[in-house]
């Protein structure tokens, strides 16, 4: 019992430690990894706990009980008068569970029904920036679909069923392809096979205009300014869109990524052929947005999935719903 405790208390200390790193910077965390780590250590210590350590608890106690029984019987077999030994308090300590349990096989059914649920259901995300304005707020917190791009084995994202198929407009989380490690949100434009064409900021789709419709000026209350606001139609319903009046219209920056060739860039803006197993997604604050046009296309194998709901923002209840 003694080395399960160093042993425990050394896991612990791996996993704060590996948390502190990540919080200060030092590393660059995976928290699919932590959790699935987190659940199958604690659910080792779970089963060790049902099969093992708690029948040997349940024994140590009825030996126990099981004593105390045979030296009332003895006394009173010798005709000695003796008083009734409580050993219910010495039973409670016995079968209480030693901390390092608790903090291991203890948690586990949170752990693990959280695990699933984030893993193959629904994930909750922050929307960090503005990228997405007006469709999504910074502070948004919202709920992504896990299984409608069909689900992925944790860590390994790999897919193990076909599910929905990502269909333009779909407002779609994926790793971001720079840097895996990070989550990004933005708008599928193009799809595997399309012309996607960015100029003068109007958007094309295999040579045909999206649908636009002009609306009042929208009012950014974080930068207290007006940006020119559409309404744009890509998939069955429309969304809105902002445009930054003056901003021009070509792509400054762009970097070398894969299947570069398939674009090309012009003072007026960016055309690009998607290639198949890839998608371009663009931000809807589209003056605003680190996307496809900079860093190139989305790989099938970073979809995270499929956003679909504002469940809480703090500084804006009236947030809080389905978006388009």
């Known amino acids: 019992m003694q080395a399960m405790q160093w042993i425990t208390a050394v896991i612990l200390a791996a996993f704060v430690g590996y948390i502190g790193a990540w919080y200060t910077g030092a590393i660059e965390g ?3 990894l932590l959790m699935f780590l987190a659940t199958f250590i604690t659910g080792l210590y779970w089963l060790a706990e049902r099969f093992y350590f708690w029948p040997q608890r349940k024994k140590e106690a009825e030996r126990l009980n099981a004593e105390a029984a045979a030296r009332r019987a003895e006394l009173e077999r010798q005709g000695l008068r003796h008083d009734m030994v409580d050993t219910h308090e010495g039973e409670t300590r016995i079968l209480k569970q030693p901390w390092w349990l608790d903090w291991t096989a203890g948690l586990f059914p949170v752990l693990f029904v959280v695990f699933v649920l984030r893993s193959f259901l629904f994930e909750p995300f922050k929307i960090p920036s503005g990228s997405m304005i007006p469709t999504l707020m910074v502070g948004d917190l919202i ?4 299984y409608h791009y069909g689900i992925r084995l944790p860590v390994l994202n790999t897919k193990v069923t076909d599910g929905n198929p990502v269909e333009r407009g779909d407002v779609m989380v994926f790793r971001y392809p720079p840097q895996p490690t990070l989550d990004y949100i933005k708008r599928v434009v193009g799809v595997p096979g399309d012309t996607v064409a960015y100029l003068n900021k109007r958007l094309t789709i295999n040579g045909q205009e999206v649908p636009t419709k002009e609306l009042p000026d929208f009012f950014d209350t974080d930068a207290m300014r007006y940006f ?10 429309p969304h809105k869109l902002l445009n930054t009046k ?4 070509f792509v400054q920056g762009a970097s070398e990524f ?18 198949e197993g890839h998608y ?3 931000g809807d604050n589209r003056d605003n947005s680190l996307d496809s046009r900079y860093w190139g296309f989305v790989p099938e194998a ?16 009236k947030r809080i719903g389905s978006f388009n």
Do not use: D
């Open 246 to 249: 003056g901003m021009p219209a």
């Open 228 to 237: 020119a606001q559409f309404e744009e139609q890509l998939g069955e319903k």
């Open 30 to 32: 995976n928290f699919a």
């Open 258 to 275: 894969p299947y570069r060739e398939n674009c090309t860039y012009t003072v007026e803006g960016v055309i690009c052929k998607v290639p």
């Open 302 to 317: 970073n979809i995270v999935g499929k956003a679909f709901f504002v469940w809480m923002n703090f500084g804006n209840l």
């Open 143 to 146: 709920l992504v679909n896990k």
């Open 280 to 282: 371009f997604a663009m």
